[in-house]
């Protein structure tokens, strides 16, 4: 039946759009003008229905070349300016130029795809369209019904159909654009994490180069090693003259031990000390004796004596010991550069520089055994150089590295004791014996055992709080205060004087009284200055002699 609407074969250019899409209008052709022909296309047999009925056509399709040609006339021009990359207008192809192709998107590789479109029509009917063709100056014959469309690359696609597509075709499932994006976005965020982590690997690189000094091993510029010695008069030079004389005591007895320093005196193995020193060992204890190149030695204790505070221990079977030269105490001027050596709270071969502060400091140290026998009268030399117990017994050596004083006793800033509960430091006072007494004392121990004592027959009131030492009433024992027949009752000194002066120099007690006499030896004739019922009188004493303890 004919309803006014093409059928068959030739109906596919005009199928109804999909719903909801706007049909397309057929552009409006004006009336022929006077003298114009309208190209006529004869009719087309519609095999498909099989009725005989002939009908009109839509636009002109190429004819074959057989077919007669009709002159053309002058085609109908659009309502629009063309478009020159020929793109029909929205919605449908126009009368004057087939719809263009569409290309479907390239599946990724490895992607199956459906087999060829050849001969197949779209959901909405539509054969394959021809290549784009370029515009026609005259219509050409319809194609014959019985004439089949070459296969084509191309398929007609329509964005709004919703139909399933034809047998045969397989929808694309894996396209190649999404997933190329994909890895592309995968790619780049991997190059900026490679980016970042170089960055901080960067940095720490830097860092390190900058705090390590790059990653080869540092090695710091030195100073050659230089093979000459020190000036013999450096403190260098004298410690390296003096050290391996100088040993270190380590004594032990039953109640207590200690350690100190010496030195030594000659090559038989006589060793100088203090008595406090060894005193720790008693008659029974023992005495070690390490010299500066670490061999150690027992020592047996020659002689001592503790009012002068000086000892003397001896060494066997030790050879190759060097004596360290002795100097002369008289010679020191106040000012002069001194070396004191010795071991400090144990530590060995301590080397410590200062200079001479004061001479003929008197000073009194001992007397822990509260009867006075131990008390031990010291004219003397005072050095800044550092001295700590442990030093005591050690010498206190001259720019020539000669022996000048032995360091014996230290003023420490409170009454002794350190804040430990032991001794205290060094704060610049240490006294030292003068070698010129230190020698003669040495030498009486080693020949004899024993010390003797330069005296002058008296007994000083030691309560005495006025200046100078002021001769007692009476003896300790009770007797008179003046020896009858010693030095002072032959010099003329009488009970209740106040001596002021020996050989010139002031005297201001009676520890320094005692004090200036030790410092000479018996039988030295002394110049006394002294007061007696108001008046000045001047004296001369010969020193006598008495066995020290």
């Known amino acids: 039946m004919d309803d006014g609407k093409p059928t068959g074969p030739e109906a596919k250019w005009w199928s109804r759009p999909p719903a909801g899409r706007a049909t397309p209008q057929e552009p409006e052709v004006p009336p022929a003008r006077s003298g114009e022909v309208t190209a006529q296309l004869p009719p087309v047999a519609d095999e498909a229905a099989g009725s005989g009925e002939q009908h009109t056509p839509g636009p002109a399709l190429p004819a074959p070349a057989d077919q007669a040609s009709v002159v053309p006339r002058e085609r109908p021009q659009p309502l629009h300016e063309p478009d020159e990359y020929s793109t029909p207008p929205y919605g449908g192809p126009g009368p004057w130029a087939p719809a263009p192709p569409v290309q479907l998107p390239t599946p990724a590789h490895g992607t199956p795809l459906p087999p060829p479109y050849a001969g197949q029509q779209g959901p909405q009917g539509y054969p394959p369209p ?62 900026v994490l490679l980016a970042f982590a170089g960055c901080v690997l960067g940095g720490a690189v830097g860092a390190y180069i900058e705090r390590n000094g790059g990653f080869t091993s540092v090695e710091l510029p030195q100073t050659d090693r230089e093979s000459g010695g020190r000036a013999p008069d450096s403190v260098a030079g004298i410690a390296a003259s003096a050290l391996p004389s100088v040993v270190t005591l380590h004594v032990s007895g039953s109640d207590e031990q200690g350690t100190g320093t010496g030195f030594v005196l000659d090559r038989q193995g006589h060793i100088l000390t203090n008595n406090h020193v060894v005193q720790p060992a008693g008659s029974s204890g023992e005495i070690s004796v390490t010299f500066s190149g670490g061999q150690t030695a027992k020592a047996e204790l020659v002689g001592k004596d503790s009012g002068y505070d000086l000892a003397v221990v001896k060494v ?227 020193l006598g002699s008495a066995d020290g303890t």
């Open 130 to 191: 021809a290549p784009p063709q370029p515009h026609q100056p005259q219509a050409q014959p319809h194609q014959p019904q019985h004439q089949q469309p070459q296969p084509s690359q191309w398929v007609q696609y329509d964005p709004w159909s919703t139909a399933a597509p034809a047998p045969g075709q397989q929808p694309l499932t894996h396209h190649g654009e999404p997933r190329r994006t994909k890895r592309r976005r995968a790619g780049v965020a991997g190059t």
């Open 316 to 542: 066997t079977g030790v050879s190759g010991l060097k004596p360290l030269p002795l100097g002369n105490s008289d010679n020191v001027r106040v000012g002069d550069p001194v070396v004191a050596i010795g071991a400090p709270f144990d530590l060995s071969n301590t080397v410590t520089s200062g200079i001479i502060s004061a001479k003929e400091r008197p000073i009194t140290a001992g007397g822990e055994s509260g009867d006075g026998s131990d008390v031990s009268y010291v004219d003397a030399l005072q050095t800044d150089a550092p001295i700590n117990p442990g030093n005591s017994g050690g010498p206190l050596v001259d720019t020539q590295a000669r022996v000048i004083g032995i360091n014996s006793a230290i003023r420490a800033a409170d009454s002794g004791a350190g804040s430990d509960g032991g001794q205290s430091g060094s704060i610049g006072l240490g006294f030292a014996i003068p070698i010129n007494q230190g020698k003669r004392v040495a030498e009486e121990l080693i020949n004899t055992g024993k010390a003797t004592h330069p005296v002058i027959g008296v007994s000083l009131d030691m309560e005495y709080a006025g200046d100078g030492a002021r001769v007692g009433t009476k003896a300790a024992d009770g007797g008179p205060a003046v020896t009858s027949g010693g030095p002072g009752a032959k010099a003329g000194i009488e009970a209740g004087d106040v001596i002021t002066e020996v050989d010139g120099r002031r005297v201001h007690s009676g520890e320094e009284l005692i004090v200036k006499i030790r410092a000479h030896r018996p039988g030295d004739r002394l110049e006394l200055t002294l007061l007696r019922g108001g008046r000045e009188r001047t004296l001369a004493v010969v």
